[in-house]
């Protein structure tokens, strides 16, 4: 993933012109690489939210 130092630099090349391909190829397969994280994160987040709310419907149930 892109440092805050390196998404400056590239933050400044866009400004003066001299961004390349090789740069935005770069920040494509990070931005693909912080989805991928965020999606596992957000199904992790659902599966213990299912599991605490079945959990709850199972201790009413006793």
Known sequence: MAGS????????????????RDDIRRL????????????ALVDQVNMIAFKSGRDDDNTRAT
């Open 5 to 20: 130092g390196e998404a400056f630099d590239v933050l400044h090349r866009l400004e003066d012109g001299t961004l390349r």
């Open 28 to 39: 494509d397969m990070d931005h693909r690489n912080i989805v991928k994280t965020a999606e």
